[in-house]
């Protein structure tokens, strides 16, 4: 199974912060790499999927990039509604496999 | 819009049975394929199974395989899981999710739903 690893677990930030979570997954996974927002009593929200591309909907502000086992979120100005958890997921074989989640919490 | 609404959970000792359903609205269920994922109270996601849109071909996390089973009904717009001998660790939220995919598998989800509670307790 591919191990996915996020780094921070947790992140404390303010409004108009720019931040970067890490994902870093066990193998290769070429461009195989998504990003999903959760709050609290909620499903997950698809942001980003392979890497770089935004779903539809999603402000501009997120950004994904990355390739190969080492892959980025970065929230270039920090909104209140932001303030989440975060996971990436890779889609390169199954079992599908997610990281272990960043929360992002208001400073 | 798409709608995928979970239902059928709830309190249930191990060894026991549970069915879980998931009704979908807003988009041609019989085009895509769909995935059950779980997440235990306070903890991260784990996928649990894929089913193909066709229903053709089924793929399980090694965590419930032998125990749980996928099945859709594309008459009825309905995804199910079938969860058999539970055990105390399959406490969780379960949501249905909607593969990206139309007719072709992208295995990731751009539509959850709002997850119903498995408790498997005594």
Known sequence: DIQMTQSPSSLSASVGDRVTITCRASQIISSYLNWYQQKPGKGPKLLIYTTSSLQSGVPSRFSGSGSGTDFTLTISSLQPEDFATYYCQQSYSTPLTFGQGTKLEIK | ?122
Not at chain 2, 83 to 99: F, G
Request: charged share 20%; aromatic share 16%.
């Open chain 2, 1 to 122: 819009q798409v709608q995928l609404v979970e239902s059928g959970g709830g309190v249930v000792q191990p060894g026991g049975s549970l069915r879980l359903s998931c009704a979908a609205s807003g988009f041609t269920f019989s085009g895509y394929d769909m995935h059950w994922v779980r997440q235990a109270p306070g903890k991260g996601l784990e996928w649990v199974a894929f089913i193909r849109y066709d229903a053709n071909n089924e793929y399980y996390a090694d965590s419930v395989k032998g125990r749980f089973t996928i099945s859709r009904d594309n008459s009825k717009s309905t995804l199910y899981l079938q969860m058999n001998s539970l055990r105390a660790e399959d406490t969780a939220v379960y949501y249905c999710a909607k593969d990206r995919g139309y007719s072709g598998t992208y295995y990731y989800f751009d539509y959850w739903g709002q997850g119903t509670l498995v408790t498997v307790s005594s």
